[in-house]
């Protein structure tokens, strides 16, 4: 069974530009999440979707970043416009969800964004 | 906010030797899930522990939550190059969301 896949696995842009992820789940996993992980640091959870919902965007910065899991499959990441302080490596994961579950994620290998 | 803090931040350990790291919370866990990184890799999820006190063996691991369910530890007995990574604890307030700890970075010197 194939895992989390993401792409592009590496990213290098100038600061102002937009640049965009795809996370595609492992099957038949309804719960998406989206992290964003510094050097040296643990991820942080920037939206968590249930089927195509976004049930927790608390922490995603509207003013640039959004994101979209338009049939609750796949899903995009975008940053416009992105800054030097964005650069890190962006971690999609997935799991089976439902309520009141307590489920393991499964972590795709990432996006790491350099933003010069 | 919920906090999860974890110690050491680094630890060198020579192989054969025994390691612990140690996760805290500012507020009390539904669950915590135990994930372990490789230098260049993305987080494996290890183990779940949800009840008060409950301890859970996985070979030369140990995972422990604790009675108030604020904090939890990993140990790993007689250590091995193959244990290197940074191991994070995430804790969950309900269901699905967790907040990854600050992770400790395992060096095994052999």
């Known amino acids: 069974e194939a895992g989390v896949v993401q792409s592009p696995r590496y990213k290098i842009i100038e600061k102002k530009q937009p640049v965009a992820f795809w996370c595609n789940p492992i099957s038949g996993h309804n719960t998406l999440y989206w992290y964003l992980q510094n050097l040296g640091q643990g991820p942080e959870l920037l939206i968590r979707y249930e089927n195509e919902e976004a049930v927790d965007d608390s922490q995603l910065p509207k003013d640039r970043f959004s994101a979209e899991r338009l049939k609750g499959v796949d899903s995009t990441l975008k940053i416009q416009p992105a800054e030097l302080g964005d650069s890190a490596v962006y971690l999609c994961?997935?799991?089976?969800?439902?309520?009141?579950?307590?489920?393991?994620?499964?972590f795709g290998p990432g996006t790491r964004l350099t933003v010069l | 906010g919920q906090q999860v803090m974890q110690i050491p931040q680094y630890q060198h350990v020579q192989e054969g030797e025994d390691f612990t790291t140690y996760c805290n919370s500012s507020t009390t866990l539904s669950n915590i899930q135990w994930y372990k990184q490789r230098p260049g890799g993305h987080p494996v999820f290890l183990i779940q522990l949800v009840k008060s006190g409950e301890v859970k063996k996985q070979k030369r691991l140990t995972f422990q939550f604790g009675e108030a369910k604020k904090n939890s530890s990993l140990h790993i007995t007689a250590t091995q190059t193959t244990d290197v990574g940074t191991y994070f604890c995430a804790g969950g307030e309900g269901a699905n969301n967790l907040f990854f700890g600050t992770g400790t970075r395992l060096t095994v010197i052999p």
């Open positions: 994961a997935s799991s089976l969800g439902g309520p009141g579950s307590y489920n393991e994620q499964f």
